[in-house]
């Protein structure tokens, strides 16, 4: 188990590698070029001003002149020192950027992740357990429409009916949890409600039909047959066994998560790291992105070999296989 | 039309019994299951319904979904403006019906182009094996590493938006899954004698590919494929949410979205009903994959 899980760590390292130098290629190869935005942000009238002398020593200073695999070479060197480098556009370092803005989205995105995936577990259960009754039928046609509506559509749904219509929260904005833990908790109802619903429908789909092969299986009948309780057969053989596959989809549910700090922190103004990265693209912000495709693709590997950990844990066909 | 389907159906269970077994086209199975499932059938309803919208655009549009009119902006639903105005007077119905157009045309194109890229590059990954497998394995892990909207909004952000970027985009932020799908089904397609027995009667590798391996894997990608519409106008609906998908004055859904969000106070309809028509074309081609996955083969369950 502990080689398997080294191996797999390597192999997670591999990938991330793979997937900054995927990024960092198309970056360079794609059209697009941040020293003019960043020229253009500050005046328009700029860029033409700029002679072309002054534009390769902007090139130069920012390294952006040499061939790609160096300037690859020499970020990965720095992120291995702990340096992510400065931000063109924002004239930030890159570190202290993210250090402000990960925490909120983090904050959001495990209180996210714990609502949808408990709350779609407990409503799989309840549609499987109640099989062709109104409430499996009801809450079986609201998780198939849940798992259709965009986030960002969502989110603008809420704030209408939430915030405009009946004035009980906030409209938009992020304030700190541990300054005003009230106002805080208002805010992010909305935001957590628009991604949470739609990992909801889809983990009680799931949920829902894993319960339903399991009520099938042979020592499901056979407990029935030994005269045991209908609450341990549900929670010590149905859900214990059920629960296997829907582990599995963990690291993807968090996955879904993070594309969903994107929009929601878009439609409500949130400081956050999707909004960094947004805004970021559009700029053409080099650092930025990289930095940031680093650190989400670093928490899906990760949380996805910390999935195969507990599965492994979870399941002994696997851990002793 | 169900007569010419099943003459030309292949019949399998016949064959080889004494008894001959009464006559059961694999299609007429397949409807049966299809459409004996409310659900799925209003999916399927649903599918037809906005394809003909889509077709049909010119003649069920009020008006012409690029006109703008500023003595009519921001108008109330009425019955010469069935949804209302949007900020610079142009119809809400028509730009939806038209928008209907966009979107399926960039949900086809995009999944197509993943399913053959894709369906391709799973297929030699699954038949040659060793390092083949190994780098375009290491390939997909590294896509499906990030947050899928993050690297299609990475893809459509640098090239600069436009419909055939965004095609591009999301084509190639499908290629992943798919390529996985088929590399699994052709793993196990690969186990069967008949595979043996072509390569015994000395075929080329492409030509056991395309014509052994790939028919016997390709019901999973047909639901593939119609899953996969759904999300890739979900995609399409984001992008142009955040401003980096169809370039205005295309109408597109997200794109409508957006724009009215400033007017959701006044005039919330701007910014719901395009957001509807998202939910029905998602849910249809949703539940017209879930009754095909059914139908062609009922083992899929939870798999796909």
Known sequence: ?321 | MADDIEKTAKNSDAIGTAVAPPRHSEWRRISRVFFGRKLYAIGFAICVLLILVAIFAPWIATHDPLKTDLRHKLEQPSWTHLLGTDSVGRDTFSRIVYGTRTSLLIGFTAVFASAIIGTLMGLAAAYFGGWVFAIIMRFTDALMALPGIILVLLIAGLAGGGIPVVIFALGFGGIAGMCRMMCGQALSVKQNDYVLAGRAIGMSDWRMMLTQIFPNAFPPLMVGITMGIGGVVLGEAGLSFLGIGVMPPTPSWGGMVNNGQSYLLTNPILSLAPGVAIMLLVFGFNMLGDGVRDAVDPKLRGVL
């Open chain 1, 1 to 321: 188990m502990t080689a398997y899980i080294i191996r797999r760590a390597i192999i997670g390292v591999i990938i991330l590698i793979l997937v900054t130098m995927i990024v960092f290629l198309f970056m360079r190869l794609l059209p697009g070029d941040p020293l003019i935005v960043y020229m253009a942000g500050y005046d328009i009238n700029r860029v033409n001003s700029v002679g072309p002398a002054q534009y390769q020593a902007m090139l130069h200073f920012w390294g952006l002149d040499r061939p790609i695999p160096v300037q690859y070479i020499d970020w990965l060197g720095k992120i291995f020192r702990g340096d992510m480098g400065t931000s063109i556009k924002l004239q930030e370092n890159i570190s202290v950027l993210i250090a402000e803005r990960m925490p909120r989205t983090a904050y959001i995105g495990i209180i996210t992740f714990i609502i949808g995936t408990v709350g779609g577990i407990f409503v799989g259960i309840i549609c499987a357990l109640r099989r062709g009754s109104w409430m499996d039928n009801v809450l079986t046609t609201i998780s198939n429409i849940g798992m259709t509506i965009p986030t960002f559509w969502l989110g603008i749904l809420l704030m209408y009916f939430l915030a405009y219509k009946m004035g009980w929260l906030p409209t938009s904005g992020w304030t700190n949890p541990f300054e005003d833990f009230w106002m805080s908790t208002k805010q992010l109802i909305m935001p957590i409600l628009s991604v949470a619903l739609g990992s909801i429908a889809g983990m009680a789909r799931l949920t829902r039909s894993c319960m339903l092969e399991v009520m099938r299986a042979d020592y499901v009948r056979t407990a029935w047959a030994k005269g045991l309780q209908e609450r341990v057969i549900v929670v010590r053989h149905q859900i214990k066994n059920a629960i296997i596959p829907i582990v599995t989809v963990l690291g993807g549910a968090l996955g879904g998560i993070l594309g969903g700090s994107v929009f929601i922190e878009t439609v409500f103004a949130i400081p956050g790291m999707g909004r960094l990265m947004t805004t970021a693209i559009f700029d053409q912000d080099y650092q930025i992105v990289q930095a940031g495709v680093l650190l989400f693709g670093a928490i899906i590997i990760f949380s996805n070999l910390a999935v195969d950990i507990i599965w492994g844990w979870l399941d002994p066909r696997i851990r002793l296989a």
